[in-house]
């Protein structure tokens, strides 16, 4: 099956720096590739994914770039603002189980410093 | 607004002593997943129904179950809750099961404490 490891667990950015969360993922079979923001007390929440057949998706001061060939993904956050604290989660499909199941990373605990 | 919603938010229950986490979604989405997360740990799936279909995952222990009487409605039953089922339990809908194709939506979760 899919394994999806992420790093850092935990990151601390001053307001207006960007932050930077990597993931890498084993089947190179996976095609599709979410990150998720979960705050406080709240359940997770699509923020933007990116397809293999791309190398860089860009929504406003989000970004994800895909490297296809190492297998890993990052999410960057430019311009960071108190609003970006929360947990961001990254995601795979399992292509071996029809890709109809996704498995996330451990997350990591993004905190903004004003 | 169309949403995923989950009652009761926080649930305390004993060791022991069924109890019932229920899912709404007002979406009309075919598919409907129950997730446990654990502090500080990635969301683990337990179960998906795609529409009367039902999913269990290989690991997840029979003390768990499901029910989706109809489209908007989900429960999660812990028949005998233990100390390490305390965990926060999301419920997620997604229009088709295509993970690739869909995406997925969370609702707020039932946070689940067992004494």
């Known amino acids: 099956g899919e394994n999806v490891e992420q790093h850092p667990s935990t990151l601390s950015v001053q307001e207006g720096d960007s932050a930077v969360i990597k993931c890498t993922y084993s089947?190179?079979?996976?095609?599709?590739f979410p990150w998720y923001k979960q705050e406080l007390g709240k359940g997770p929440q699509l923020i933007i994914d990116?397809?293999?057949?791309?190398g860089e998706k860009k929504d406003q001061r989000i970004a994800v770039t895909l490297n296809k060939t190492a297998k890993h993904f990052s999410l960057h956050i430019t311009e960071t603002q108190p609003e970006d604290s929360a947990v961001y989660f990254c995601?795979?499909?399992?292509?071996?189980?029809?890709?109809?199941?996704?498995?996330f990373g451990t997350g990591t605990r993004l905190t903004i410093i004003p | 607004d169309a949403m995923v919603i989950q009652n009761p938010r926080y649930q305390v229950t004993q060791f022991g002593k069924p109890v019932t986490l229920s899912c709404s979604q007002t979406?009309?989405?075919?598919?409907m997943y129950w997730y446990q997360q654990k502090s500080s740990q990635a969301p683990k799936l337990l179960f998906h129904?795609?529409?009367?279909?039902?999913?269990n995952e290989a690991d997840t222990p029979d003390n768990f179950q499901s029910r989706r009487p109809n489209t908007s409605f989900c429960f999660l039953d812990i028949r005998s809750p233990g100390l390490g089922d305390a965990a926060m339990y999301l419920c997620?809908?997604?229009?088709?099961?295509?993970?690739?194709?869909?995406?997925?939506?969370f609702g707020p979760g039932t946070r689940l404490l067992v004494l």
């Open positions: 997620a809908t997604s229009k088709g099961r295509l993970v690739t194709q869909e995406t997925q939506y």
């Open positions: 089947d190179s079979a996976s095609n599709y």
């Open positions: 990116i397809r293999s057949n791309v």
């Open positions: 995601a795979a499909p399992f292509p071996n189980f029809g890709n109809e199941k996704l498995t």
């Open positions: 979406l009309n989405h075919n598919v």
């Open positions: 129904y795609y529409d009367k279909d039902f999913n």
